[in-house]
């Protein structure tokens, strides 16, 4: 599947690059330095910095394998060791299409024409001239430890109707310390992928039948999922949301009043239409609904805050190159909820829900995450609706109530919703990456929009204040999130099969069953492996499918109503009497604890 990163990345003059995007930036021309003198006709594109390394596209002879790649470092590496200078100038528009044209390099020619000044950059090292906006170490000596990394198709601009050409990926590091540290957290991150375990472990599947992004959860992880929604529900309930069921469709005309159409209509799937005229759309957000609830009888100051609440399903048209397992997908269902309360109790309740996030975690064990600020860009009115007043005032709304928490967040401009500013909890993933779980978002538009009220204490009519929030975020993405973060071996309240009863022989069997059945009644998920296998092969397969307790049971274990205790860590606790073991697993699953067993 082809990439799609933009090409007008390159060419932005606003992005300022980092030192070490710098060193990676110079490490792309070299690349480009080394293909174009191993492979002669070459006709480059753009090459700039990313995450973690760089890449060019090129349009090359011929397709280019991993079995390149150790040339192309190599030659890569004549360039670093020759240290040559990087020598910047600015050439005119007529002498730049010139050179380009002469060189045959076509999407050079085509860049240069696109660009609107009257000269354009130009950077040398030693024999390799390219167009670019500059920002490069001194001289080629200055590049870090490299390695290439792969090679995929990309579309000229990321439009498919332009050729496809060449991407070559890098990463390149200050020290070797550093590369090696990079490589292996991403080996680390593929064995822990959670398309991979989610395989292994039976926990969900795609299906080309059903469609791309539209994920089924097999037996094994609806009863994760299952066990996730009762903990949040029950929750919710203790903080005095109350919990609805809405319809995954509306009419088109309801996201037009929100909003939703004008600024996310990209994502959503096209609109259906009826006999009738009317046109449904799958809805994109939950939002909407919840108001028509809110809506849907006169609202008190006396009945505020009013906490609505849902695991809501709902569906967008993600790129089908970005569908990924369960993490990108097509239909979702959100933790979703949405408080309408007065502007005087917004601060308390937005407390309060970065308070459930809190505890949630501690639950799921998350230690490393963080608060990211998240606002409109003030240029972008496009993307986020065009009112002053309102992102100032919700703005420093949300600064105020987060320096109330006492938390420590950072900002970021151009990540907010459309219609408002909010903050972000960001759980660092496998790779030392940030990923959103949570959203608080406070929204003064959509009640504006659809003309919210309540009667106030003055028996006049006031607009209440929306916060929309997610705390397991969908449940899609936190459970590919909680795949990755342990590694499949879920503690042992979350894990599908708790304890597998492995008899040593048939004779062993209705012991076995028999062990099997009083957990179960004490409401442990409890499986029997019956198979003629041999019993290290049983423990085997038990460790390989993460299950937390294997309990083997023989003459010895029948006699004396015990079970030999093996945990996943491949431990071997020994005999345990079944009365102790049933009191100390209920304790662990009940407590919905990160231990295993107590050392
Ligand atoms: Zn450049
Ligand atoms: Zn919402």
Not at 283 to 297: A, E, V, W
Not at 446 to 451: M, T, Y
Request: proline share 6%.
């Amino acid at each position: 599947m082809p990439d799609n990163v933009s090409a007008e990345n390159e060419l932005d003059q606003t992005k300022t690059y980092t030192p070490i995007q710098r060193m990676r930036h110079s490490a792309a021309h070299v690349m480009a330095e080394a293909i174009q003198d191993l492979f002669p006709g070459a006709k480059f594109a753009i090459g700039p910095a990313i995450e973690d390394g760089f890449y060019y596209d090129m349009e090359l002879p011929r397709a280019l394998t991993p079995d390149d790649f150790p040339a192309i470092e190599a030659r890569m590496r004549q360039s670093i060791a020759a240290n040559h200078p990087f020598v910047h100038s600015e050439w005119s528009r007529e002498q730049a299409l010139d050179y380009f044209r002469a060189h045959d390099q076509p999407y050079k020619v085509e860049l240069i024409e696109d660009l609107p000044e009257a000269t354009v950059g130009i950077e040398v090292q030693g024999p390799f001239l390219d167009l670019c906006r500059g920002q490069h170490v001194e001289a080629t000596g200055q590049i870090g430890p490299l390695k290439l990394m792969r090679v995929a198709g990309a579309y000229w601009r990321g439009d498919e109707k332009r050729p496809m050409l060449q991407r070559l990926y890098g990463t390149a590091w200050f020290s070797q310390d550093e590369l090696d540290a990079y490589l292996e957290r991403l080996e680390e991150a593929k064995r822990r992928d959670h398309r991979r375990i989610g395989k292994e472990l039976e926990l969900f599947m795609v299906s080309d039948e059903i469609g791309a992004g539209l994920p089924l959860w097999l037996p094994k992880g609806a009863t994760v999922r299952r066990l996730l929604e009762e903990y949040i529900l029950a929750k919710e309930r203790e903080q005095g949301y109350q919990h609805v069921y809405t319809p995954h469709l509306a009419k088109l005309e309801l996201y037009k009043t929100s909003g939703h159409w004008e600024h996310y209509h990209d994502t959503m799937y096209p609109p259906m239409e009826m006999e009738s005229g009317e046109e449904l759309v799958l809805r994109p957000m939950n939002c909407p609904h919840h108001i028509q609830i809110y809506k849907s009888k006169m609202r008190s100051y006396r009945d505020l805050p009013i906490r609505i609440a849902e695991l809501g399903t709902m569906y967008r048209l993600e790129k089908s190159g970005e569908l990924a397992g369960l993490s990108r997908v097509r239909a979702m269902t959100l933790n979703d909820a949405h408080i309408f309360c007065t502007p005087e109790q917004m601060l308390t309740e937005f407390d309060r829900v970065v308070r459930l996030v809190q505890e949630a975690y501690a639950v799921m064990g998350f230690k490393d995450y963080s608060y990211r600020l998240s606002l409109r860009d003030p240029h972008d009115n496009v993307k986020f609706v065009d009112n002053e007043t309102m992102w100032q005032q919700s703005e420093a709304a949300l600064r105020q109530a987060l320096d109330q928490l006492g938390v420590t967040y950072y900002e970021s401009v151009g990540d907010a919703a459309f219609y408002g500013p909010k903050l972000d909890v960001q759980v660092a993933n496998v790779l030392g990456k940030d990923e959103t779980i949570s959203t608080v978002q406070l929204d003064f538009t959509l009640p504006e929009r659809f003309d919210l009220e309540y009667i106030g204490e003055d028996g006049q009519a006031h607009r209440p204040v929306m916060i929309h929030r997610g705390v397991l975020s969908t449940m899609e993405r936190f459970m590919a999130f909680l795949i990755e973060n342990y590694a499949g071996n879920f503690p042992v309240w979350l894990a599908p099969v708790q304890a597998v009863v492995i008899p040593i022989a048939d004779r062993h069997l209705e012991y076995a069953e028999q062990v099997a059945s009083t957990l179960r009644e004490a409401g442990l998920r409890v499986e029997v492996d019956t198979r003629s296998e041999r019993m290290n092969a049983k423990v085997r397969d038990a460790q390989l499918q993460k299950i937390p307790y294997m309990l083997v049971v023989g003459d010895k274990e029948a006699e004396a109503q015990s079970v030999s205790l093996r945990l996943r860590t491949n431990e071997n606790v020994g005999a345990v009497p079944v009365p102790s073991f049933l009191a100390q697993a209920k304790r662990i699953n009940d407590t919905r604890g990160q231990e295993l067993w107590p050392a």
